[in-house]
């Protein structure tokens, strides 16, 4: 059985409180939200927090309204009323459906989507016991200095595994963020970097309050596609978020692709507009975009299903995404 380490555990109901509690356990505290990753990683003695400050209960951190012209999500609203909420599915359908492919019923009934956008990343040689990550070494990430992905590699690549990111990214969401200092705004295309130890701009004494995401402007369509091994439970293999705006002669004048789940951070495709803007969403604009991204994507040996594979399968989730908001 794996046993949780001891530590003290902090309700607080208020912002204010938890940024205190926070600021006041400075580098031996961690915010848990729904504890979905939390706890099997504490469990895993990856983290070993002599506190714990408990979100579910601060007040600012709840409610999904639209406000003037965004819509604003508090980070502690499960993926579950994400899910089925009837302005997100009206409005943001693609964000309603990332979040409705996170794991299994149970899970996304506890899980938050502010966990999500702050989840570590995942790696075959990391997200194990203490006892199998020993006989290995450890690895940079946690307790050892050399990486078990990249032979020689300085840098962790493990990988970034959250289903919702994408989509806030070509949305263009904006995260509120809480520490010490107040309250600061962090664009989410800023938001994640290349460091698979910690890839977020954000501090374990910092929190996600809560994601603005502006409406987006007529004839704009997002699709969200998740490659899994199963249709349940499952981290992504591979996902991506595809947009794009229409002008009225139907002819595209937008569009953004960010894939993830193959390297430390969610990622933008880059060049994918020059074979499409001006166009309709043709099967030959589909076929180049496509192309681009199979071009610009090569996910790693981070988890433990075929890279290859998982790179050929790209091109596939693109056309899929494409063909849907063709059809639509
Ligand atoms: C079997 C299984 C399958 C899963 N499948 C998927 C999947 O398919 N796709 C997917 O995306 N995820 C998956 N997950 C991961 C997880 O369940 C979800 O990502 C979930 O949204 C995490 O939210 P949480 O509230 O439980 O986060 P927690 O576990 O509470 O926290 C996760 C991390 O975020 C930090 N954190 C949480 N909230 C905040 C905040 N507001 N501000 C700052 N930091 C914060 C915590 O300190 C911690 O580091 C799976 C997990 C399991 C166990
Ligand atoms: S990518 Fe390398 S350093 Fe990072 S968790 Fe995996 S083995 Fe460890």
Not at 43 to 68: D, N, Q
Not at 315 to 323: G, I, K, T, Y
């Amino acid at each position: 059985m794996l046993r949780l380490h001891p530590f003290e555990y902090h309700r607080p109901s208020r912002l204010e409180e938890a940024v205190t509690l926070l600021a006041a356990h400075a580098d031996d505290v961690m915010p848990i939200a729904g504890g979905t990753d939390l706890v099997p990683n504490m469990k895993h003695g990856l983290f070993t927090p002599g506190h714990l400050v408990a979100l579910g209960g601060v007040e600012e951190m709840h409610g999904i309204a639209i406000e003037g012209e965004e819509l604003r999500i508090g980070a502690c609203e499960s993926l579950a009323a994400v899910a089925r909420h009837p302005e997100i599915e009206a409005v943001f359908p693609a964000l309603a459906r990332a979040a409705e492919l996170v794991s299994g019923p149970q899970l996304r009934r506890v899980g938050t989507i502010g966990g999500n956008v702050c989840l570590d990343t995942r790696c075959t040689y990391y997200n194990q016991t203490r006892f199998w990550r020993k006989a290995l070494g450890y690895c940079l990430k946690k307790d050892g200095d050399a990486c078990h992905v990249i032979k020689g590699g300085t840098r962790c690549v493990a990988a970034h595994s959250a289903d919702t990111p994408p989509v806030l990214m070509v949305l263009d969401a904006t995260l509120e963020i809480a520490g010490a200092d107040g309250l600061r705004d962090v664009p989410i295309g800023d938001f994640f970097t290349s460091d698979g130890v910690w890839n977020r701009s954000i501090e374990p004494d910092e929190l996600l309050v809560a994601i603005r995401i502006p409406i987006p402007p007529e004839g704009t369509s997002v699709s969200f596609q998740k490659l899994r091994s199963r249709k349940s439970i499952d981290f992504p293999l591979a996902n991506l978020a595809v947009r794009v705006g229409r002008d009225a002669s139907s002819r595209v004048s937008d569009l953004r692709v960010v894939a993830s789940a193959m390297g430390s951070y969610p990622r933008r495709v880059g060049k994918v507009e020059d074979a499409a803007l001006g166009n309709e969403l043709g099967p030959g604009v589909i076929e180049a975009v496509a192309e681009q991204a199979f071009r610009q994507c090569h996910p790693l040996d981070n988890i433990t299903v075929d890279k290859e594979w998982r790179r050929a399968m790209v091109p596939v989730l693109v056309r899929r995404a494409l063909s849907e908001i063709a059809e639509a």
